[in-house]
Nanobody, 128 residues
Framework: QLPLVESGGGLVQFGGSLKLSCVAS????????IGWFRQAPGKEREGVSC????????YYTDSVKGRFTISRDNDKNTVYLQMDSLKAEDTAVYYC?????????????????????WGQGTQVTVSS
């Protein structure tokens, strides 16, 4: 069983909002940098937003700045991605993962998608 499970995706109209959840199990998510990635058909996986351990530092890819917000709920061992003003180009499968070790920064994680297994992800589809 993978230690991170994504949920919250769905079909939304252009300009709408969704909130994705990444629930950790078997470890304390606040001890690691956690990141959201996405992969659209025919495209490579890209880092969307990452948050450092303890909330120290965040990273957003340019295309989502001002529209997406990453946050933690340590009581729920969960990292969220609030997505507002959604566009058609946000359509993708969204995945979450954690840094390789406790020293991985948000920028490092988002710019260097880790190798290895990924979860099932959650599909986000934005209709025009």
């Amino acid at each position: 069983q993978l230690p991170l499970v994504e949920s919250g995706g769905g079909l939304v109209q252009f300009g709408g909002s969704l909130k994705l959840s990444c629930v950790a199990s078997g470890f304390t998510s606040n001890s690691y940098t956690i990141g959201w990635f996405r992969q659209a058909p025919g495209k490579e996986r890209e880092g969307v937003s990452c948050i450092g351990r303890g909330g120290a530092g965040t990273y957003y890819t340019d295309s989502v700045k001002g529209r997406f917000t990453i946050s933690r709920d340590n009581d729920k061992n969960t990292v969220y991605l609030q997505m507002d003003s959604l566009k058609a180009e946000d359509t993708a499968v969204y995945y979450c993962t954690r840094g390789a070790n406790v020293f991985t920064t948000a920028q490092t994680l988002c710019r260097t998608p880790p190798q290895g297994a990924w979860g099932q992800g959650t599909q986000v589809t934005v209709s025009s």
